[in-house]
């Protein structure tokens, strides 16, 4: 009895050290702050290097409130352009239990 | 006849206390390993899909606790905890309605990172999605995964660096209405290339892009799916050009003055001062007590009630 409690020993030894070594392994990202631990969610540091300054008067980042677009020539731009006939949509206005007016502000 | 035994007895409870002892520990590992429940993204589940839709926020910073003060204190978030192994998350809501989620790590300060708001974007298929971003470029940093009550997710980097999240929710996409105060409402892409960027994403989402009037040597591009604008792509600052490709997101405040303000208040720094932007929108860019950034923007709900400079 005494004998085949022993034997077991080993072999939890190698049972438990790849359970817990297998756990922490996930896909990695080198350099970009993931280093398997999370767990849970998206462990996710952002390379550093990310500096705010130099946003001057006509820097633009918001919504649009709907309008007229420049609508480049063909084979301008690497994307593919809206066509000059659609207007630029703007952010949903549609409160929650509320009527929807769409995201475009123009009708079509 | 006694002392033949004592020594068996003593092996006998030495191995038993070795098995336990090793159970435990294959046991934690497997827990920590393991996924546990996050909140699902719409509760009631719906059956919306809104891909290139915005449609969560991940934040992993070092101070749980700071963080869950600063941002419960400026927008109003509760915080539900839920721990795993050895993670902590807190999962944010606003009256009731999942609006981040926020993970400790350690952070230590040799490393060449920095705390960050993540950015999630819906999609159909993200095994389908993670192969066309990386036939286009994209490399792939958290291979896809099920996560119980999320969906399926995975984390990329576009071609220029800047990092995203794709998911599809298996409880639905939140819907297309206006963000209510202290929910997020809009996000920006900022990097080298918005052209090549947007076509990027375009492949990815099938975006529509329109270019919007912006300053000289500038591009402000905007990206729509299903008749709404989702996001921005943006140059970065002409007189800032070192900046790291990254997506900015933005909470919706009644007043950006006030906002930053308090954040300032509540420990976090004002990045970009309060500025009226396009249409009116008053924007500022603020760094969290960790330093993640985020964008407060000052929307009206109605368009004759826009923020006049």
Sequence with gaps: ?108 | MQSQRRPNLIGCLATRSLLVALLSVASAGLAAGAASPLPPLVDPASQEHHVGKVVFVELVTPDLAAAKQFYGGLFGWTFRDIRSGNTEYAAASLDGRAVAGLIHKEFSTGEHHQPAWLTVIAVRDVDSTRDLAVQHGAKVLFAPRSVPDRGREAVLADPQGAVFAVLTSTSGDPPDVLAAPGEWIWSSLITRDPDADAAFYQTLFDYEVFDLPAVEGAQHLLLATDNYARASANSWPASNPTVHPHWLNYVRVEDADESAKKAVALGGRILVEPRVDRHGGKIAVIADPAGAAFGLLEWSDTQSKEVTQ
């Design chain 1, 1 to 108: 009895m005494n004998r085949l409690t022993w034997r077991w020993v080993p072999a939890t030894i190698v049972i438990g050290l790849f359970a817990s070594l297998s756990s922490g392994c996930i896909a990695t990202g080198g350099g970009y702050g993931y280093d398997g631990n999370v767990g849970l969610g998206l462990g996710y540091y952002e390379p550093a290097g990310v500096v705010y300054g130099g946003w001057g008067g006509g820097y633009r980042v918001a919504p649009f409130r709907g309008g007229d677009h420049r609508a480049g020539p063909s084979g301008g731009h690497a994307y593919r352009s809206a066509p000059a006939s659609r207007s630029a949509p703007s952010i949903p206005s549609r409160s929650r239990g509320g009527n929807s007016r769409g995201g475009d502000s123009r009708s079509h």
